[in-house]
């Protein structure tokens, strides 16, 4: 069983609709992640929060917005998205410190713009 | 931009056969490590190995950093079913950060 839940597992929505996607983490870690895995192509980092605070923004489209409101929950807001956004948007955790991070995932929610 | 190959991209083998993939980067790591993910799932870590040339074993797995930590194997001996899932590496980099190749994709028929 996983320590870090996504809602909705799937989502279908058109190019004008606005949605949203949940992380939640029970894993006590200080640092979460969204990541974007299409088809053939390496996971692609989108966003990082340490603390509740953003720390990196990997160039991402200002059509997804982030939200951390503490260190167990992560959103990505979604508004007037493109097909090729279709996608498994992944959220992850770790706890940040010296060593290396490893990265506690979600299951993911596969995403679907029509 | 820390680039990582894997090879091959997929590979299918018979169950009882044995198999290795392969993690190549011009990038030296200050760590590197392997998932699984299986379909509908999200990634989950296996191993992590930091020093060059550390040899690490998961039951039937057995992972190796190569010297220079610029790449890595993975060899699975006697292949499962159970073993059928999409092989990522991920070296790490500055402060925390992770870099992902596209995956091995590997199938056990039964």
């Known amino acids: 069983e996983t320590g870090v839940t996504q809602t909705p597992r799937h989502l279908v929505m058109g190019m004008t609709n606005k949605k949203s996607l949940k992380c939640e983490q029970h894993?006590?870690?200080?640092?979460m992640y969204w990541y974007k895995q299409s088809a053939k192509k390496p996971l692609e980092l989108m966003f990082v929060y340490n603390f509740k605070e953003q720390t990196e923004n990997n160039s991402v489209p200002s059509r997804f917005s982030p939200e951390c409101p503490n260190s167990s929950h992560l959103f990505l807001h979604l508004h007037t998205l493109q097909p090729e956004d279709s996608a498994l948007y992944l959220c992850a955790s770790s706890q940040v410190r010296q060593e290396s991070g490893e990265l506690f995932f979600g299951e993911g929610s596969r995403l679907t713009v029509l | 931009t820390q680039l990582l190959e894997q090879s091959p991209q997929f590979l299918s083998i018979q169950e009882g056969e044995n198999l290795t993939v392969y993690c190549n980067s011009s990038s030296v790591f200050s760590s590197l490590q392997w998932y699984r993910q299986e379909p509908g799932e999200g990634p989950v870590l296996l191993v992590t190995v930091v020093t060059g040339g550390e040899v690490k074993k998961l039951k039937r797995l057995t992972f190796q950093f190569g010297d220079a930590r610029k790449d890595s194997s993975l060899h699975i001996t006697a292949a499962q079913p159970g073993d059928t899932g999409l092989y990522l590496c991920a070296g790490e980099y500055g402060n925390n950060r992770l870099a992902f190749g596209k995956g091995n994709q590997v199938v056990v028929i039964p």
């Open positions: 894993l006590g870690h200080n640092a």
